[in-house]
């Protein structure tokens, strides 16, 4: 065994609670010696080079150096290789000393996906964290509980409503779509993630007139809404905008928290003058996870550290949209949003990107009642204007949480009537509202 | 012809000076409707959603829809597709109006690579701005001439070390290791990407005990030396970690700038207070650009944008060593980062990893004098120590300056000698130095 395996493979780790592990993916040639290859990456990531050099010192090794916990070949070749066979893959894990980076996000990824993301096929699936890295983060500051006593809903799956179009228009264009998207029973209103502060619709200008249309209905109805204004800006004017939002009146913010930066998400939440709830956009995400091969997963960049970093609302690509994506991962994402995880808020799931009505049933029943029904194109795009595709959306939720199937709740509704005339119903419906019921 | 697509195909735009034009790369299975899938592309990715909505009105599509300016198919077929291909590659070129997003790269990112980056197979290539989008960023501060007045020295290729181990060692140890580094000849020092400011090695004091070598090492010699220290961390906190590194005496900066997110990168280049070089570290970069399906390019991640943000020098990889990358890619970013671009100074290229005395005449070659070759494991780990480490990289310059092979140079030069018969020579060495001398 060469020397480099010799100091990274470690069979028991000391000290468990200082290590965060890391799973990756790898393919490598048919050739390839895969015990010195992943302790090689072990050692680069962590203390050594490509050269030994004098003072990493054995002492230093042992406190420093990323672990080899594992490696798994997939399959799990035991007689022979088959002789075709030109990569192998392999499933293997990491224990990086928390020490070395500390509890931040940047030194974090520079460590476990740094300069390795730059080896070929190889991406990082997911990280596990000791408590002591943990808590230090404070993660979402209301999450779904904190969000629901802020709109007085305790229990029903809520509508959000991206405006459409996406940008182009007007604050007083705008408002006109806010106020018909929360007369049709919207929740939460969100800016699209392509409008921020353009000259032709300034933010100041929209949080104004928008949060008039939310007292304004609320002085008639007694409802309450969200808008989450888009204040994504570079890393040092997030703040700045934040704050100018909070003076004009917004009751909550929404950032594109992977081109401003991760943590300038985290900075926004963790900061005690920024009291109302964060809504994380996921653009930008599939430039780090689509590939099989390389990148990270979007269990991570969209569950795991968007949550650590604070988001209270995290919007990811639904699997019956427009976006291709992977029912398991939406899953997976999902539940670990809502799940028991230390001391952090559970942060609501909110599914977008062609949710419509037909879909409410399946993704009710996928994630249960907290979760946030993103819908853009089928409330300002319904047959019968943006009022009724709110209450078409909102009609589909009540008909799934009680067990009702949408095509006979819309006999009743003529708004969900045009909404799956426009647009169809979903094959598996009858099965998702089945589940419901379970 | 789909209505979508009339909207969004264009022959001829107005105002070109108001657009970024974005080029992708798309694969789509034989039977799509190419002119109809990247027109919506284009209207989803500014104006619209999969659905017409309301005040998506002609006038506000005419003046803020993305232009489809040119579809390209790889090959070009013409008279048939043939029988047996299943997937079809294209490139294509979108016009976006620079007004949807300003001036500023978490929404120029979140327009031109947000939501269409989960896409399946579709990468974006370049960007070409107008200037008027330009016009509002600085760039870098000193660029290559502004480092070279600060080191005093008008030519030659620069030397920069990374101090190896990488992480782990007090900052007593770096300080020694620093010293050493300079005795041999280094121009400038960057701590390694993996260490910022953790307990056992704090910033501060590193600052302190190194610029403390480097005024002596300048008292001695008269050499000048930077040193860029890794001040990575949240967003919100990189600027105050380089207040802290400036008042310690730091006289350069170094950022993981894709981990911290690049406008920390740019807040810092733009912040009139900050006037020390900045290094940008690419770590991280390959989560972005390692798929040639998704993502988007090396040459945008590592080159325009680093260089728009303001980063006085890039390191990125060389092809010569551990990381496998093109040398088209090499040189493409190389030179970007050097040409003539408006008002913007040229950025320092530095290629990394594994580089060691016998590719220094390639590199020269390749990025000409005004190059940073960045040697971390060739200096500390050189058989002789790191002083002759140093050295010997040193000696491989001169010579490569002289059109000296390196072989012949070691003859008068035991460093490079041990350094040739350590890690040996490489073989089109010949090739280059008849280059230099061209």
Same mark, same amino acid.
């Given at each position: 065994?060469?020397?480099?395996?010799?100091?990274?493979?470690?069979?028991?780790?000391?000290?468990?609670?200082?290590?965060v592990i890391?799973?990756?993916?790898?393919?490598?040639?048919?050739?390839?010696?895969?015990v010195?290859?992943?302790?090689?990456?072990?050692?680069?990531q962590?203390t050594?080079?490509?050269?030994?050099?004098?003072?990493?010192t054995?002492?230093?090794?042992e406190?420093h150096?990323?672990?080899?916990?594992g490696?798994?070949?997939?399959p799990?070749?035991?007689?022979?290789?088959?002789?075709?066979?030109?990569?192998?893959?392999?499933?293997f894990?990491?224990?990086?000393?928390?020490?070395?980076?500390?509890?931040?996000?940047?030194?974090? +990824?520079?460590?476990?996906?740094?300069?390795?993301?730059?080896?070929?096929?190889?991406?990082?699936?997911?990280?596990?964290?000791?408590k002591s890295?943990?808590?230090?983060?404070?993660?979402?500051?209301?999450?779904?509980?904190?969000?629901?006593?802020?709109?007085?809903?305790?229990?029903?799956?809520?509508?959000?409503?991206?405006?459409?179009?996406?940008?182009?228009?007007t604050?007083?264009?705008?408002?006109?779509?806010?106020?018909?998207?929360?007369?049709?029973?919207v929740d939460?209103?969100?800016?699209?993630e392509l409008?921020?502060?353009?000259?032709?619709?300034?933010?100041?200008?929209?949080?104004?007139l928008?949060?008039?249309e939310?007292?304004r209905?609320?002085?008639e109805?007694?409802?309450?809404?969200?808008?989450?204004v888009?204040?994504?800006?570079?890393?040092?004017?997030?703040?700045?905008n934040?704050?100018?939002?909070?003076d004009?009146?917004?009751?909550?913010?929404m950032?594109?928290?992977?081109?401003?930066?991760?943590?300038?998400?985290?900075?926004?939440?963790?900061?005690?003058e920024?009291?109302?709830?964060?809504?994380?956009? +996921?653009?930008?995400?599939?430039?780090?996870?689509?590939?099989?091969?390389?990148?990270l997963?979007?269990?991570?960049?969209?569950?795991?550290?968007?949550?650590?970093?604070?988001?209270?609302?995290?919007v990811?690509?639904?699997?019956?949209?427009?976006?291709?994506?992977l029912r398991?991962?939406?899953?997976?994402?999902?539940?670990h949003?809502?799940?028991?995880?230390?001391?952090?808020?559970?942060?609501?799931p909110?599914?977008g990107?062609g949710?419509?009505?037909?879909?409410v049933?399946?993704?009710?029943?996928?994630?249960?009642?907290?979760?946030?029904?993103?819908?853009?194109?089928?409330?300002?795009?319904?047959p019968?204007?943006?009022?009724?595709?709110?209450?078409?959306?909102?009609?589909?939720?009540?008909?799934?949480?009680?067990?009702?199937?949408?095509?006979?709740?819309?006999e009743?509704?003529?708004?969900?009537?045009?909404?799956?005339?426009?647009?169809?119903l979903?094959?598996?419906?009858?099965?998702?509202?089945?589940?419901?019921?379970?």
């Amino acid at each position: 065994m060469s020397e480099l395996a010799m100091l990274a493979l470690h069979e028991q780790i000391e000290e468990e609670g200082g290590y965060v592990i890391a799973t990756y993916y790898l393919e490598t040639g048919r050739g390839a010696d895969i015990v010195k290859k992943i302790s090689a990456i072990a050692v680069e990531q962590t203390t050594g080079t490509w050269v030994p050099v004098p003072e990493e010192t054995p002492e230093m090794r042992e406190k420093h150096v990323a672990k080899v916990v594992g490696i798994y070949e997939v399959p799990g070749h035991e007689f022979e290789v088959p002789g075709n066979l030109e990569a192998r893959q392999f499933i293997f894990q990491l224990a990086y000393p928390a020490v070395n980076f500390g509890p931040q996000i940047p030194m974090l +990824l520079s460590t476990v996906i740094g300069n390795i993301s730059m080896s070929g096929k190889l991406k990082l699936l997911d990280l596990k964290f000791p408590k002591s890295f943990l808590k230090s983060f404070k993660g979402p500051k209301f999450g779904t509980q904190g969000i629901r006593e802020l709109l007085g809903i305790p229990e029903r799956p809520l509508l959000n409503n991206m405006i459409k179009p996406c940008t182009g228009y007007t604050p007083e264009v705008g408002a006109r779509l806010f106020s018909q998207a929360i007369r049709g029973g919207v929740d939460i209103v969100k800016d699209d993630e392509l409008i921020a502060d353009p000259p032709f619709c300034p933010m100041v200008e929209r949080v104004k007139l928008y949060m008039a249309e939310a007292r304004r209905y609320y002085e008639e109805t007694g409802n309450k809404v969200l808008y989450t204004v888009n204040i994504t800006d570079r890393a040092d004017k997030v703040k700045e905008n934040a704050k100018r939002a909070l003076d004009a009146g917004a009751n909550a913010l929404m950032i594109n928290y992977l081109t401003a930066g991760i943590t300038a998400l985290q900075s926004l939440a963790e900061d005690p003058e920024i009291n109302v709830p964060i809504l994380a956009h +996921l653009d930008f995400a599939g430039t780090m996870y689509e590939s099989p091969y390389s990148g990270l997963s979007s269990y991570l960049i969209l569950g795991k550290l968007a949550r650590l970093a604070g988001a209270d609302i995290v919007v990811y690509p639904s699997p019956f949209g427009k976006f291709p994506f992977l029912r398991e991962r939406y899953l997976q994402i999902g539940h670990h949003l809502l799940g028991k995880w230390l001391h952090f808020k559970p942060t609501f799931p909110m599914p977008g990107g062609g949710v419509m009505p037909a879909v409410v049933p399946a993704i009710i029943r996928d994630l249960g009642k907290d979760c946030i029904l993103g819908a853009g194109g089928a409330i300002h795009g319904h047959p019968m204007g943006p009022v009724a595709g709110g209450k078409a959306m909102r009609q589909a939720i009540d008909a799934a949480l009680q067990g009702i199937p949408i095509r006979e709740a819309a006999e009743q509704h003529p708004e969900l009537k045009s909404a799956i005339e426009a647009w169809g119903l979903m094959e598996d419906e009858e099965q998702a509202l089945f589940e419901i019921k379970q």
